[in-house]
Structures are given as C-alpha cells and as structure tokens.
C-alpha cells in the first residue's frame, strides 16, 4: 500500500502523507495492528528503506458521554473506530464481564430493542452505544470502558 498527497515538510529531512485506513482490502494484513511496516521513499531515483517503521494505531478512546445510574444511550468518542455504521463487535465494561454486544438478544446485558445499537455514528470518532445501569463522568471512565472493532481492541 502506498501514502497519497506527500509533501516535505522540512527540506532533506521529514516529509507527510496520508496513508489507507488498515483494512483487510488493502492488499495487506493491516487488520494485525501488531505488525510493523517497512517504510520505503522513493525520490526521483534514490530510493531509501526502512525496516519495521510504520505501525497502525488501534481504536483509542478519549471520552463517554454522562451516563445516569439506571442507563441511557452514551457516545464515545476517540478515533480510529472505522467508517459509518461500522459495527462494534463488543463494549467491555469493568474486569466484571458486564458488556454490550453489537446484536440484539445474546447477552441478559445487551442492548435493549430500540436503542441505539453499538456502532460508529460519526466516521472514525464517535459510537453510539447503550449503557445499562453505569455512570460515567466525561473523561473518568470508572470501570475502564474499552471496545472492540474490526477484531482490535482499543486502549
């Protein structure tokens, strides 16, 4: 796979570019955010490599939305959550094993029918999800929350 729109950014010594969402689609298994990446430049003629620079960075979350006590739809912001409507296979709340599937009807814990199921609702940053009886406080998260999306599980 390769990076569009490079541009240098200090002259002989840094350059930027846009490199592909990870996805299975591009030709590589960067769907394994262990892997590391070689890196190579290629610059009229001269071409330079690097072994192993480049690695992808899973779902990160940076902050949920105030919960009350008895549950409510929360969205979760961060990045790195896929494209519109990507499903997240599953939110893990606390070490205790409450959790929300992203299917109705397979856990006593899952989201109820007519709430909002756990999916990205703006393009790799936010998710809506629902909360059955938790409280969050913006940016404390007490239980940890942590989600998985495309097989990764985020920080």
């Given at each position: 796979?390769?990076?569009?729109?490079?541009?240098?950014?200090?002259?002989?010594?840094?350059?930027?570019?846009?490199?592909?969402?990870?996805s299975v689609a591009t030709a590589a298994n960067t769907d394994d955010l262990t892997k590391l990446y070689d890196v190579q430049v290629v610059c009229d003629s001269l071409t330079g490599t690097g072994?192993?620079?480049?690695?992808?960075?899973?779902?990160?979350?940076?902050?949920?939305?105030?919960?009350?006590?008895?549950?409510?739809?929360?969205?979760?912001?961060?990045?790195?959550?896929?494209?519109?409507?990507?499903?997240?296979?599953?939110?893990?709340?606390?070490?205790?094993?409450?959790?929300?599937?992203?299917?109705?009807?397979?856990?006593?814990?899952?989201?109820?029918?007519?709430?909002?199921?756990?999916?990205?609702?703006?393009?790799?940053?936010?998710?809506?999800?629902?909360?059955?009886?938790?409280?969050?406080?913006?940016?404390?998260?007490?239980?940890?929350?942590?989600?998985?999306?495309?097989?990764?599980?985020?920080?």
């Amino acid at each position: 796979f390769a990076c569009t729109s490079a541009t240098v950014s200090t002259a002989h010594t840094e350059f930027t570019c846009t490199m592909p969402a990870a996805s299975v689609a591009t030709a590589a298994n960067t769907d394994d955010l262990t892997k590391l990446y070689d890196v190579q430049v290629v610059c009229d003629s001269l071409t330079g490599t690097g072994s192993s620079k480049f690695q992808y960075e899973g779902p990160v979350i940076t902050s949920i939305g105030t919960v009350s006590f008895h549950g409510a739809e929360v969205t979760i912001t961060g990045r790195n959550f896929g494209p519109l409507n990507q499903a997240v296979t599953r939110v893990n709340i606390g070490s205790s094993g409450f959790f929300v599937h992203a299917t109705v009807g397979t856990n006593t814990n899952d989201t109820p029918s007519g709430k909002c199921t756990p999916k990205t609702s703006t393009e790799h940053t936010t998710i809506c999800a629902y909360f059955k009886d938790y409280k969050t406080t913006g940016n404390t998260m007490t239980p940890t929350v942590s989600l998985v999306v495309g097989g990764q599980t985020s920080n």
